[in-house]
């Protein structure tokens, strides 16, 4: 079988080209109206590319950083914990390497929806625990993960999903959470209901839904959904005790190893259509450095990156990219170029957001009422600086619209035909919009899911004509902007970031930016893991805010943004929203044809390019370098990473055997 072979069985036919080509220019035409308008795009989304599976066998290795992660999934978070839950959980609905879209993994196929498409019913396939006599994987295991998320040691951000979308589950999690934690006896979620998750038997589940969702599949994808044994009640034990029902299990790591692990001898791969586990063992060493993790890649030494990038100055190097046909399966030993590097990099774009968001309860939240007040910060954006700041391309590419093609929820099934692209028109200070041309200034982002599989991490980019990558006004043109708009010279402003390096150099480009403009600009910044926490309180104008999207979908990128219940640590808190947004984003993932959803996903982010409350500055890619040993690379957006329970070694080292795929029982 092909692992690119990513067609989803049952899901609504693709949205035809040129219906959705209408519709985004339709959107363009009418945010534009008043102002030049934008023109009609060519389509830019790649093809999904084909990947073929590679020689079974040997120990892949993982090197990195940080010296663990939590097993828990619904407490991982970094790319490093994600990366190391694929191997051991599975989920109802997965990803197949280079699809952005789910299929059935532990269900038997999508969700079946009642006649008001209020009822999702979901048949579970044949799994099992790595317990003695290898019990199957229930119903019950399903719901317990579920609720679990609002338990107070744990307060998963992914509860704010089925907050929206199942019937009684806020009120469920709000009861739930205010539990103390040192309160004599914990609550047994097993025994508590939600009205709106029932177990029907133990290979049967039923969720009533508070409204029609588009998105049901992408949100049970989520590895904090992953089901999980009763045995967790107790907590999770060391590693080599942990009961799992993936590909791999825990066994005792030998020296320097923070883990290793080995096929699962309960895993079923006949049952498993998203994973054929080809390596026999995984060995992950932590604790290092940047520069040693990059070394130990460069010469063989490793296999794939933990949680450590490609450096900036190893990127600047490299040849450029070719773009990857649909049917590649490009290695690195297969690039013109490997004579020159023979180590490759895995590249997923555009995982990131950076946008600006506008506060309603700071010093400036009277001036910032107006739009000609918004507008005008917006028009004196310096974005080429922002993209520096970030770490230069490939890294960072200068945007101005919030929902790219590759968020509206629009299926791909046959992962074969391109979608037009048209990023909203960007609003001038004066109020003309702007903008709509091709590239990645305008929104448009080379594949989320293809990355570059060769020697080469600088894959190309379309050129873009947009006012995201327009020449920024001069200090001077942007103090008359801010002027005209009746912004006084000295305006007090608090700007809020996160404490990260680059989130720090580019709060620094901001401010900067700014006070030459003839504002006073007092720069907050606080821990990146308190940011939704210190911005709900408010105080603070102007907030610089880097999301990571959970899944391509515009629920992913815009609940942060409009749901001011959000518990995530990058929420906007005391942002300034119209709730209507809010209501129009359920409103339009409710609508049951996709072309509907996606014209009022198209018409919601064009309002709010308007309305400039939420600004999108820059889309940020994950590069990270893989050794000459990795044969294939596919992609895998939810992790930053080559996929591991997918990944060939092409090479077997001295001493390893080889050992065949694992025959289906």
């Known amino acids: 079988m092909s692992l690119g072979d990513n067609r989803p069985s049952g899901r609504s036919p693709r949205l035809p080209a040129g219906l959705l080509a209408a519709l985004l220019l339709v959107t363009a035409v009418l945010s534009a109206c008043g102002g030049g308008g934008s023109k009609k795009t060519d389509p830019s989304r790649s093809p999904v590319p084909t990947f073929t599976a590679g020689k079974p066998g040997g120990t892949l290795r993982v090197v990195g950083s940080v010296r663990s992660v939590p097993l828990d999934p619904a407490l991982a978070r970094s790319d490093a914990a994600l990366l190391l839950n694929r191997l051991i959980f599975r989920q109802l609905y997965s990803y197949r390497p280079g699809n952005p879209q789910p299929t059935p993994d532990l269900a038997l196929g999508p969700p079946v929806l009642s006649s008001n498409r209020l009822t999702a019913t979901i048949t579970l396939r044949t799994a099992r625990w790595n317990t003695s006599g290898g019990r199957n994987v229930t119903s019950g295991d399903v719901l317990r993960s579920m609720k679990r998320l609002c338990a107070p040691a744990i307060l998963a951000p992914e509860r704010g999903y089925l907050s929206q979308v199942v019937v009684g589950y806020a009120e469920f999690c709000a009861k739930a959470s205010r539990v103390r934690l040192g309160a004599g006896k914990p609550v047994d979620l097993d025994n508590v209901d939600v009205p709106g998750l029932r177990a029907v038997g133990d290979n049967e589940v039923q969720i009533l839904l508070r409204r029609p969702t588009a998105d049901l599949m992408q949100i049970l994808a989520l590895p904090a959904m992953s089901p999980l044994p009763f045995e967790i009640k107790e907590g999770f034990s060391e590693p080599t005790a942990l009961i799992n029902d993936g590909p791999y299990h825990f066994i005792q790591p030998e020296s320097g190893e923070a883990y290793r692990l080995s096929r699962n001898p309960s895993w079923d791969p006949g049952t498993d259509p998203i994973r054929t586990a080809l390596v026999d063992r995984v060995s992950f060493r932590g604790g290092l450095t940047a520069a040693d993790v990059q070394q130990r890649l460069q010469t063989n030494d490793a296999d794939l990156s933990w949680d450590v990038e490609t450096p900036a100055e190893v990127l600047r190097t490299l040849p450029p990219t070719p773009s990857p046909s649909p049917s590649s399966s490009a290695s690195p030993s297969s690039s013109p170029s490997s004579s020159a590097q023979t180590f490759g990099t895995a590249q997923v774009d555009d995982r990131d957001i950076a946008l600006l968001a506008v506060g309603s309860r700071g010093p400036a939240a009277r001036q910032l009422g107006a739009l000609a007040v918004r507008k005008a910060l917006a028009a004196c954006l310096d974005r080429s600086a922002l993209v520096t700041a970030f770490g230069g391309s490939p890294r960072a590419t200068a945007t101005n619209t919030l929902l790219t093609p590759d968020y509206l929820d629009v299926p791909d099934t046959d992962g074969a035909g391109p979608t037009p692209t048209t990023a909203a028109p960007q609003p001038s200070a004066t109020g003309t919009p702007t903008g709509g041309g091709t590239g990645s200034g305008s929104g448009t982002s080379s594949p989320r899911t293809a990355p570059s599989a060769s ?211």
Do not use: H
């Not at 991490?457 to 006012?467: L, N, V, W």
């Open 455 to 665: 020697p080469s991490a600088s894959p190309t980019r379309a050129p873009g004509s947009s006012a995201a990558t327009a020449k920024p006004l001069t200090t001077a043109q942007c103090r008359a902007e801010l002027s005209a708009a009746g912004l006084r010279p000295g305006s007090d402003f608090t700007l809020l970031a996160g404490d990260t390096d680059a989130e720090r150099a580019a709060a620094d480009v901001l401010r900067k930016r700014l006070v030459d403009a003839g504002l006073a600009v007092q720069l907050r910044v606080v821990p990146a893991d308190r940011y939704g926490a210190v911005a709900a309180l408010g105080g603070w104008d102007l907030g610089l805010i880097v999301e990571r999207p959970d899944f391509a979908g515009s629920r992913a990128v815009l609940s942060p943004l409009l749901d001011p219940k959000w518990p995530g640590n990058r929420a906007a808190g005391a942002a300034r929203r119209p709730s209507a947004w809010f209501g129009e984003m359920n409103a339009g993932l409710a609508e049951e044809s996709t072309d509907a959803v996606a014209k009022r996903e198209l018409g919601l982010s064009s309002t709010m390019s308007v309305d400039a409350s939420f600004v999108a500055v820059l889309r940020l890619a994950t590069v990270r370098t893989t050794g000459p040993n990795v044969g294939r690379i596919p992609p895998l957006p939810l992790l930053g990473n080559a996929d591991p329970t997918n990944v060939a070694l092409g090479v077997t080292r001295p001493g390893e055997s080889t050992a065949p795929t694992p025959a289906s029982s």
